[in-house]
């Protein structure tokens, strides 16, 4: 069956997926039956209008910041959003804070689902808002599984500091993202928005990669050190369940 060049270029961005989130020329041109040229073509020119991004290092292609505009006709047929909705709706109705998935586009954490508790409080994030890794817990928590090619280069950019408490030493956050793989989990307090905190747990595809991550965000006054490892119990149950029907739907 021949494929017009804009079918192509479609089927070449649903196979940029969460369980497939990174692609090279070679593997795009099997997957989708054309010629490596004629691939290299399409990711040319997906890449000039923003719908893919190349990462400097591995070379590997993953979707651009102009797809997650697209907003919700996107996200309502990501696998990803698909099977976090009710798994992140009922961590809403646990917690009574609000949830967000994130995951890793370029050097930024972007929201690709995010469900209000009857109280939230303004945090600037929506669906394809893009925020600063470095002093987000779902920023930290996702650099914290990623190649060291892929944070040394992230720390070549240099932390912009947000608050007072905005970790802005390379050294020092290299420590963060230690601890959090060790404790499966990211807290942060302040380090973006003054009075505000969130707590992250990673979500894995069916290969156990961290793909993207559960985060609640809400007051300080609400999520400290006091109630932290209540919550941190309930991101983690959500987290692994999104990775469970990731699981069941890769197959």
């Keep these: 069956m021949r494929f017009t060049s804009l079918e192509n270029a479609l089927r070449l961005l649903d196979l940029l997926s969460v369980d497939e989130p990174e692609l090279g020329i070679y593997e795009m041109a099997e997957r989708l039956g054309i010629a490596d040229s004629t691939a290299h073509r399409l990711a040319t020119t997906l890449m000039s209008e923003g719908f893919i991004t190349q990462d400097p290092n591995t070379k590997l292609y993953r979707l651009g910041a102009s797809v997650l505009a697209l907003g919700h006709v996107v ?25 967000h998935i994130g995951v890793l586009r370029e050097f930024d954490v972007v929201y690709l689902n995010k469900i209000e508790c009857s109280h939230p409080i303004r945090l600037l994030s929506h669906l394809g808002k893009r925020n600063p890794v470095h ?42 993202l230690e601890r959090i793989k060790e404790q499966g989990f990211s807290f942060c307090e302040e380090e973006m928005h003054e009075g505000a905190s969130s707590l992250s747990a990673p ?17 300080m006054q609400r999520i400290n050190q006091y109630t932290a490892s209540k919550l941190v119990k309930l991101i983690i149950q959500t987290a692994n369940e999104i990775s469970k029907q990731l699981d069941c739907a890769g197959r």
């Design 203 to 219: 979500v894995r595809n069916r290969k156990g990669q961290v793909t993207a991550c559960v985060t609640l965000a809400g007051p």
């Design 75 to 99: 996200t309502g047929q990501s696998k990803l959003y698909t099977a976090s909705k009710a798994a992140l709706q009922l961590l809403v109705n646990q917690s009574n804070e609000t949830a």
């Design 135 to 176: 002093c987000t817990s779902s920023g930290q928590v996702l650099l914290a599984h990623q190649p060291s090619s892929y944070i040394n280069a992230f720390l070549q950019r240099g932390l912009e500091q947000y608050t007072s408490r905005t970790i802005t030493d390379p050294a020092a956050l290299l420590k963060r």
